[in-house]
Each structure stands twice: as C-alpha cells, then as structure tokens.
C-alpha cells in the first residue's frame, strides 16, 4: 500500500475497511473527484491528532507537526476526509510545519471561498492524492494526502433554521 514517504502504514489505517480509504487513483477515484472539480470549500474540520500517530507514543509536539488529518465540506454535500495530509499555502513553496500554522492554512480554504481547481496523484510510485484549490486557474493552496475518503454531508439543521429566520 502507499504510504508517502512513511516507513510503514500507520495503525490507525486498520480502523477502516479496505473499501473506505484511498491511497490512488484510479478510474472509480477520478469519477469521485471529476464531480468536485469547480466546488467552493464551505467548511474544514481538522483533528488534532492524525491517524499517522503512533498507537501508545506521545504525538508530536503542536509545533512539530508535519501532517493534519481533516473534513472539508464542499458545495453539493460533498465531503472529501484527508488523512496524513501536507500543506502547502504556497504551491511552490514548502509545507507548513506545527498545528496552528497549518490550521490556519487550512482554514483559509473556507474563509477565501476556494475551490477545488484540479487534482492528481501525488507521487507516482507512492500513491496519495495532491489536491490544488484557488480560484480559476490560479492555484492558491496545495494539500497532499496520504489517504481519504469522499462521503456525503448534510447542513446542520439548527444552523439552517437560524438562516431561514435571521
């Protein structure tokens, strides 16, 4: 199995049947993400810890942190989960190390109202997933992800009243 760069699977991989997570592309992978293509991010969660955790070893330290597992919530109730992720608010640049740094990053995707604007794998004999997201064709940020997963999300109800009544 793929695993970026990692010395081997994480644990926290076993938690998830084989059908769930996804380490390439291929052509099922493609079809999933075609239709994500041009969705603006409407929220993120991130975790503190990261699959990518050693089962009974303390994690690294909040500044240490290399990778995020996160929730990003598009347009259409469309949810992509990104584990053992890299980020990158400069396409060119290096990724950004320790947690506030990348929760900021991360958070800019929602705040800036960006969009996925493309996709592909993230290293051809590893596997993983790079995901570009800006505005057109100006790529803004890149996340690299290990794994992940796209599922279905419902709005919050109570978040949905609140709007129909303010």
Known sequence: MANNGLDEQPEGFDDFGDDDLHYSLDDDRRAELNEMVGLKVLGIELWDES?????GEPPPAAEDRMFVDCDLYFDDNLALELYVTSVYPDPEGEPVVGVDAMFDAVGRLADDNLEL?????????EGGLALAFGRGDNVEMVLVANAWMVSDWEPDEDAAVEDEEG
């Open 51 to 55: 699959i990518a955790d050693e089962e």
């Open 117 to 125: 604007v493309d996709y592909g794998e993230a290293d051809e004999e």
